[in-house]
């Protein structure tokens, strides 16, 4: 996956496959390295957006509020999960200290995804518990128990003041609670999102979700794409 900053245009940041870091907009390219441990290279960002998440204020609008930090999920298989956080715009990764109740969450070899949402950055595993942070990794508290459905999350997206949990077919939505601040800020269940199926390509089946906030509001569109090996697979 290729990750642009969210200030691309003024630092041209790209991160490819969760391995490499250029800061000149592609033109010149570094490995990325874990601090004491070498190169990070089982990264979740080669394979998913959502494995890479930027500081709440990372393209502050006052250049003195900026933090150009970035935080990075890792997992192999027989290898712990872990997040990674630069503080150095990516140069260089250190490993948090996960509490027990963020570690004993984490599926070895399974990818956790990460997003960030107004001042709070998320993480989400693949069984729906999320968890979120207001000091980038410092502390985390649980804003939503694992889910019991036993539905794989697969994509997280965000929609304004709504993450979007998409699964293999299908999408969930869910919302803070009203009058609820971080680190009291809970979730509310996860409710299912009507999504438009369009055939013709079975064997890479497409997903089109539309939100729509009101008179007024203005409405999102996200697109994700299920990848299937076979078409017998994808037709299950």
């Known amino acids: 996956e290729i990750i642009m900053s ?36 089982i990264s979740c960002a080669k394979t998913h957006k959502d494995g890479i998440a930027f500081h709440p204020h990372y393209n502050h609008e006052i250049p003195e509020e900026r933090r150009r930090m ?13 997040i990674w956080v ?3 715009i990516g140069l260089d990764f250190r490993k948090l200290n996960l509490s027990p109740s963020v570690r004993n969450t984490l599926e070895e070899g399974k990818c956790p995804m990460l997003a960030t949402m107004g001042k709070v950055t998320y993480l989400v595993t ?16 649980v804003v939503l128990p694992a889910q019991v459905n036993k539905e794989i999350v697969m994509q997280v997206q965000v929609d304004f003041s709504t993450l979007l949990l998409v699964t293999k ?16 800020l809970k979730f509310s269940a996860p409710t299912r999102v009507p999504i438009v199926v369009l055939d013709g390509i079975p064997e890479h089946q497409i997903n ?12 999102s569109t996200f697109i994700s794409r299920t990848r299937c090996p076979t078409t017998e697979v994808c037709q299950d």
């Open 70 to 82: 970035v935080m990075v999920a890792t997992a192999s298989e027989n290898i712990t999960t872990e």
């Open 169 to 184: 077919n299908k999408v969930y939505e869910v919302k803070p609670r009203v009058k609820k601040q971080f680190p009291r």
């Open 6 to 41: 969210p200030a691309f245009d003024e630092d041209g940041v790209i991160f490819y496959g969760g391995e490499y870091l250029s800061k000149d907009g592609g033109e010149n390219w570094q490995a990325i390295k874990a601090s004491k441990r070498g190169r990070l290279n």
């Open 126 to 141: 693949q069984s729906m518990a999320m968890f979120g942070t207001a000091d980038f990794g410092e502390s985390w508290s």
């Open 86 to 88: 630069s503080d150095d």
């Open 208 to 219: 089109v979700v539309a939100t729509h906030r009101g008179p007024g509001e203005e409405s």
